[in-house]
């Protein structure tokens, strides 16, 4: 099978190299555009793909129009929110992917055939050679969180729960963009919480270390109420080594084992009250970090989700 993916691969966190290498795994052929959207018709005409997978507005709809009813449009659309600027996105698509099922009734109002399909992990994207001594020193705490924490509504909660990480006198630290620089955010800046910044987005070798060297990863999603939105952030974790403790998101315990294969809470004091449980007891913390990461590469790589999309496909536009 060829399949076109719309994607620069401008940036090394991009779902589109996962995606690459899931299809690949699977024995399909890849192919990649990231160009001027007015070249895109002449692109799909000389590569002839069976389908196009794209996740975003990685080209303008305008351009996509002409080629449906030509080759099948698939969206996999990767965030639990639906901006009016996507409306259009998924009116065009033949078929579309959400990550959160409980969305799904929402965007069939616009797609009838819209399914769900959780995120994954690329084990290949995040193998480590080796850890030295520096890396023990810049990545091992009792509690790491890696992501974004800007001004944007749904990240201001990680904040919160990372300054009581702080206060409580656990040692945090914290990766991803640096808080942003506005006269209003000066107190932020001054904060035990950018003292505590690691400095840098991590990805692949780093990130996996990070995930490893700190005993508690914690993870916070922006829209824990929508059934089955678990983030990407949940699956690399696991799938790393990590020690995974997030806000319950529902549904969650329909796919994985809780206190088994990662640990929830509900509330902030619930929060405090597992971090201080779990440092204790070490045996236990470690053996659900490596029940977790079993399960992750048994059921939810890359690999085999690319399938799951694939059986999907099959049954409607392939």
Known sequence: MRVLLLSSFSKPWDNFYSYKLGFEKNGHKVYSFGKRDSEL?????????????????EVDVEFLEPIKGKVPLVMWYPDPVIPDWLIPYVKVTDVLFTMSEGLIEEFKKYNPKTFWLTQAFEPDLFRISKITDDDIKNFSCDVTHIGNLGSKAQYLIRRQYLKRIIREGFKLKWWGPPLPRKISTIPLLLSN???????????????????????????VDSMPHIKKSMSHRLYKSMGCGAF?????????????????????????EEMIDKIKFYLINENLRKKIAERGKERILKEHTYEVRIRQMLEILKGEVL
């Open 41 to 57: 018709l002449n692109f799909v005409n000389s590569n002839k793909p069976d389908f196009i997978l794209f996740t975003k507005d």
């Open 244 to 268: 995974y403790l997030c806000q319950h998101v529902n549904g969650i315990d329909e796919m994985f084992k809780i206190g088994e294969e990662l640990e929830t809470f509900d509330s902030e």
């Open 193 to 219: 919480l950018n003292r505590a910044y690691g400095g840098r987005m991590l990805w692949g070798e780093d990130y996996a270390k990070a995930c490893i060297l700190s005993k508690i990863y914690l993870g």
